[in-house]
């Protein structure tokens, strides 16, 4: 059966947010970052979200967010790093679209998010931001984590060290059979 949403999942700084929207222009689809409505939602942003109300809480308004975004038509929809952990989030992704998983080395994570101050996740549980080591560590321990959620993606590209063009090239490719 042909979908009408294409999914991106992958970790943090793996290329969904810049991919998305040139992947959606690609084929016609409209975009929607699920971490950008949620901040739309609640009035701030996610960084606060996660440092006032907690993990938990977040997790529960993206679920609702993924809930609305499901009933859409012809959209490419970036997923938050952690979306597809929820074992009714990585169904629901499932049943209603084509899942996509941009792989990233660790390494080539690191690079993209070492000087980024806004990923809650690559705090300390003071709100610091981790140095490098630690920050290495924590992302190898999250990826290691998510996999098994990433791995049972209906496409898996990776996107190290590739032109974003290219990326976009291939995931059309792949998934053209696939879409209306």
């Known amino acids: 059966m042909k979908k009408q949403i294409v999914y991106l999942t992958g970790f943090m700084g793996s290329g969904k947010s810049t991919i998305g929207p040139i992947l ?3 084929i016609g689809y409209e975009f929607v970052d699920v971490d950008k409505q949620i901040e739309t939602n609640e009035r701030r942003v996610v960084n606060e979200i996660f440092s006032t109300d907690g993990e938990k809480y977040f997790r529960e308004v993206e679920q609702g967010v993924l809930d609305d975004v499901s009933k859409l ?13 929820r074992a009714e989030n990585l169904q629901l992704v499932k049943n209603s679209g084509v899942l ?26 003071d709100g610091l931001p981790l140095n490098e080591e630690q920050m290495m560590e924590r992302i190898r321990w999250m990826i290691h984590d998510r996999d098994r959620f990433y791995s049972q993606a209906d496409v898996v590209v990776k996107t190290d060290d590739k032109k974003i063009g290219l990326t976009v090239d291939e995931i059309v490719k792949r998934i053209r059979n696939r879409i209306e």
């Open 73 to 85: 038509r012809w959209v490419v929809v970036s997923l938050g790093g952690g979306t597809v952990t």
């Open 100 to 125: 996509i998983y941009l792989k990233a080395d660790p390494i080539q994570i690191l690079q993209r998010l070492r000087y980024k101050t806004d990923r809650p996740l690559l705090k300390g549980k």
């Open 24 to 26: 959606a222009n690609t």
